[in-house]
């Protein structure tokens, strides 16, 4: 074999070696990822029950139920299809019904979205990319007020 040649088969071994690795490591973090959806997007993709993902929208007014202990029931709206949660845990302080959240966890069986985590706004004008063009495509979008200076 000349110099070449070892030399080509080494880059070539060096290259096989790190696609391996990539693809080992894609596969690994798959479990980890986790997908943003809105309530239209899960009853329509037919998520299936365990599966973690992302839930975002607004918490619809009149529909937040304490229950036993840190328990919380309410319901997320994108404005055309609605989907009921439920948490066990302390909710973030800027947590109301009206405002834009976003939940992770899984769908159970009964078709209750079960949270491990809620993340509410952080500002009066914050709403996750992904519900806003769901909201302009179902044409319910307002656009945000802008406060004027001293006001």
């Keep these: 074999m000349t110099r070449k040649q070892r030399r080509a088969t080494m880059i070539l071994s060096a290259l096989g070696a790190l696609g391996i690795a990539v693809g080992l490591i894609l ?10 959806h809105s309530p239209t997007d899960v009853i329509e993709k037919s998520v299936k029950p365990g599966q973690r993902i992302r839930l975002g929208g607004l918490v619809e007014k009149g529909s937040v139920k304490r229950g036993q202990g840190t328990t919380v029931k ?4 994108d404005l055309v299809k609605e989907l009921p ?3 066990t845990g302390v909710l973030p302080d800027l947590f109301r019904e009206g405002q834009g959240v976003v939940a992770e966890g899984k769908l159970n069986p009964a078709g ?13 004008n914050y709403m996750p990319p992904e519900v806003a063009d769901s909201l ?7 656009e ?4 004027e200076l001293g006001s």
């Design 85 to 87: 949660v439920e948490f």
């Design 144 to 147: 945000p007020k802008k406060k």
């Design 136 to 142: 302009k495509k179902s044409g319910k979008w307002e």
């Design 112 to 124: 209750v979205f079960v949270a491990d985590s809620v993340l509410a706004k952080h500002d009066e």
């Design 74 to 77: 309410f319901v997320v709206t």
């Design 27 to 36: 596969y690994a973090m798959s479990d980890s990822i986790v997908y943003f």
